[in-house]
């Protein structure tokens, strides 16, 4: 079954970097576009980062443009969340994000289990 497995939050102060891993399994992984999303404490999910399968080009949301950096390996189908200038406002719940097809082709939304991220002094 799919299985999506991040890890590398943790605390971090103001100014700081992590990075995120998101290790997949269980479908294609190179076939398919890969997501991070975050949820802030008391606010709703939003999309931060998504890398496409082929080319391997990246979109990012205004907040975290310049900062942020999606990346993907697919020999070992791990997508990857690089932080820098981390600020306050990053912290969040980050979670990794696929739609996957069966081989009767409906497609299913699969999240990880989600890695705390708080940027603190």
């Known amino acids: 079954q799919v299985q999506l497995v991040e890890s590398g939050g943790g605390l971090v102060q103001p100014g700081g970097s992590l990075r995120l891993s998101c290790a997949a399994s269980?479908?294609?992984?190179?076939?398919?576009?890969m997501r991070w999303y975050r949820q802030p404490p008391g606010k709703e999910r939003e999309l931060v980062a998504a890398i496409d399968s082929v080319s391997g080009s990246t979109n990012y949301a205004d907040s975290v443009k310049g900062r942020f950096t999606i990346s993907r390996d697919n020999a070992k189908n791990t997508v990857y969340l690089q932080m820098k200038s981390l600020k306050p406002e990053d912290t969040a719940v980050y979670y990794c994000?696929?739609?996957?097809?069966?081989?009767?082709?409906?497609?299913?939304?699969?999240w990880g289990q989600g890695t705390q991220v708080t940027v603190s002094s």
């Open positions: 994000y696929a739609a996957v097809r069966d081989r009767f082709g409906l497609q299913s939304d699969y």
């Open positions: 269980g479908f294609f992984f190179s076939n398919y576009v």
